[in-house]
T-cell receptor, first 115, second 114 residues
Framework: GDSVTQMEGPVTLSEEAFLTINCTYTATGYPSLFWYVQYPGEGLQLLLKATKADDKGSNKGFEATYRKETTSFHLEKGSVQVSDSAVYFCALSPRFSGGYNKLIFGAGTRLAVHP | DAGITQSPRHKVTETGTPVTLRCHQTENHRYMYWYRQDPGHGLRLIHYSYGVKDTDKGEVSDGYSVSRSKTEDFLLTLESATSSQTSVYFC?????????????FGPGTRLTVL
């Protein structure tokens, strides 16, 4: 079945460091891909998404490119801030899922950024 | 702000007691979802609704039931809570069933079953 695998955390970085969080997926057809972020004590917020191969999603300095050939959707940011400390979830939604908006999540990666 | 509220935000209960969690939306979206979040598992779908009185099971539905009598409200009930149901529960909504659509999440309810 469809699944998402993302790198285990925690990821600990100093402020202004480069961030990569790896995400790979297994799915039939052409799913949509998402990154959600969860700040402490809050619900999940959509960070970015891509709905077809080679699309690049971007928001708040974060980027991810939908790579069909490597079945990947890695999250990157050039210079992280303390305020980026959160848990990041990669997710996929199959193009056809039988009547509802099905989301399959990875396990989440905790990011801690220190001054 | 997607206009989703959950109540209560925190609850501690004892094994064997019934518990009902409420999700309320102001967006008039057709689709609503209940997830649980556990370490190492991400979020897993419990039940979803595709309209008033229309609901179906998700990945981890055993021990849970849901009801939707109004578009804006989606209730999750644990008929007899167990310690394995200690978790953080999130409600979500989406406008459509399309794979490219975005789900919007509520703030969560932390449930502890002693």
């Amino acid at each position: 079945g469809d699944s998402v695998t993302q790198m285990e955390g925690p990821v600990t970085l100093s402020e202004e460091a480069f961030l990569t969080i790896n995400c790979t997926y297994t799915a039939t057809g052409y799913p949509s891909l998402f990154w959600y972020v969860q700040y402490p004590g809050e619900g999940l917020q959509l960070l970015l998404k891509a709905t077809k191969a080679d699309d690049k999603g971007s928001n708040k300095g974060f980027e991810a490119t939908y790579r069909k050939e490597t079945t990947s959707f890695h999250l990157e940011k050039g210079s992280v801030q303390v305020s980026d400390s959160a848990v990041y979830f990669c997710a996929l939604s199959p193009r056809f899922s039988g009547g509802y908006n099905k989301l399959i999540f990875g396990a989440g990666t905790r990011l801690a950024v220190h001054p | 702000d997607a206009g989703i509220t959950q109540s209560p935000r925190h609850k501690v209960t004892e094994t064997g007691t019934p518990v009902t969690l409420r999700c309320h939306q102001t967006e008039n979206h057709r689709y609503m979802y209940w997830y649980r979040q556990d370490p190492g598992h991400g979020l897993r779908l419990i039940h979803y609704s595709y309209g008033v009185k229309d609901t179906d099971k998700g990945e981890v539905s055993d021990g849970y039931s849901v009801s939707r009598s109004k578009t804006e409200d989606f209730l999750l009930t644990l008929e007899s809570a167990t310690s394995s149901q200690t978790s953080v529960y999130f409600c979500a909504i989406s406008e459509s069933s399309g794979g490219a659509d975005t789900q919007y999440f509520g703030p969560g309810t932390r449930l502890t079953v002693l």
